[in-house]
């Protein structure tokens, strides 16, 4: 049987167990072997202060070290130009030749898809997995898409976003509970969040 690969990305800006627990939901639904978190070098479509990528790889590392199945693939390290999921599902089939991908993206995520950079590709790269978020409606399905290759998908409801950790980081206050504990420490110890930071990814 082929490997069952999952692809999870994003900014982790931070990672949070938010990332965790919707990962490991569909880890276990899906019945996958692993499940890959890629930090997005240069995320296209992130607007706001984020932190360096290598506190984002860091933290992501960290979160992911004592999880069976759960692990950082940093594919998007030092790649030119904008983090595009369609170049790195490329990269990741010939990287596991043979392997079933399986991409997890969030319904609001999803719901935006037409604006991403070649859309119509996805369903032939990977199955694309639309994960349930808490407050948003089940998005339509994008045309160019095969249904037979997504799959809508309810996980554990978690209401925690990075932006908010990030709002209470630079008030001072405690973000207890929202991050795993080595993550937390690595914010503390590098004071990330503590202050406007500049638009960079490096």
Known sequence: MPVRLGVFGGSF???HFGHLLAASDVR???RLDRMLFIPAFRPPH???PLAPYRHRLAMTRLATAAQPGLELCPIEEGRAGPSYTADTLCELRALYRGAALYLGVGSDQYRDVASWHRPEELTGLARIVVMSRPGIERPALFPGHDPKR???CTVIPVGISAA???ARLAKG???RYMLPV???EYVRRHRLYRRPMRKTTT
């Open 13 to 15: 800006n931070p990672f």
């Open 28 to 30: 276990q639904q899906l």
């Open 46 to 48: 992130k607007r706001g």
């Open 150 to 152: 997504v799959l809508f």
């Open 164 to 166: 908010a950790i990030r």
């Open 173 to 175: 206050r405690s973000v």
């Open 182 to 184: 080595r993550v937390a």
